[in-house]
């Protein structure tokens, strides 16, 4: 069976520090992870994905991932947080067989000016 | 290119009828996924269209149905709502049907049983 898990319901960071927002992740097999962002009243937005390769995955609006084998994690980070980065993060892993996404239950980062 | 579009996207309906989303996918976009949030549940997996075939399906009872035409448009369908059944639906279109792919999500139809 496939899932992520979000420890952190809430992360507060002070704007222009770095912010770190955690994923660890339980799969048979190779991981398809994902991260996507929701701001309110709307849909999720594709961030990032590791499928292979370089475990630092770069993505949209300056976010990057770093994929960790041996602690099962895939942490999103950004060097300089904005107060527009504020909103609601989900970790995500394809399911290899069904294809479809099974999330975490989210992250809501604020973004203190 | 558009986005995922739904419609509409805000919906209320009372307990005991029916009722009918629709999603068009990114042209192009074969597949076309649709998944249930909740404040309680979060993110559930609805089912899974692709040549107008449901390929895949959550776990959720049959008054949850879908269909998808041969323009890849897809359309869900509840019968008999109940209180529960209000959430926001959220369709997501994919290019193929493959582990490395991205989906790409609408703004999702806000249903509020009464």
């Known amino acids: 069976a496939q899932s992520v898990a979000q420890p952190e319901d809430q992360v507060n960071v002070a704007e222009g520090n770095p912010l770190t927002v955690k994923c660890t992740y339980s799969?048979?097999?190779?991981?398809?992870l994902f991260w996507y962002v929701q701001y309110p009243n709307r849909g999720l937005q594709f961030l990032l994905k590791?499928?292979?390769?370089?475990?630092l995955v770069k993505g949209s609006y300056g976010f990057e991932a770093e994929f960790n084998k041996s602690q099962t994690s895939f942490h999103l980070k950004k060097p300089s947080a904005l107060v527009s980065d504020s909103a609601l993060y989900f970790c995500a892993v394809r399911d290899i067989g069904g294809y479809q996404f099974y999330f975490g239950t989210g992250t809501s980062l604020t973004v203190i000016p | 290119k558009a986005g995922v579009t739904q419609t509409p996207r805000y919906l209320i309906k009372t307990r005991g009828q029916q009722v009918t989303l629709s999603c068009s996918p990114i042209s192009g976009h074969r597949s076309v996924s649709w998944y249930q949030q909740t404040p309680g549940q979060g993110l559930q997996f609805l089912f899974e269209y692709f040549s107008e075939t449901q390929r895949n399906k959550g776990n959720f009872p049959g008054r949850f149905s879908g269909r998808q035409f041969s323009n890849s448009r897809s359309e869900m369908n509840v019968s008999t709502l109940e209180l529960g059944d209000s959430a926001l639906y959220l369709c997501?279109?994919?290019?193929?049907?493959?582990?490395?792919?991205?989906?790409?999500f609408g703004q999702g139809t806000r249903l509020t049983v009464v």
């Open positions: 799969v048979s097999g190779n991981p398809y």
């Open positions: 590791y499928i292979t390769g370089d475990n």
């Open positions: 997501a279109s994919s290019l193929e049907r493959a582990v490395n792919t991205e989906a790409f």
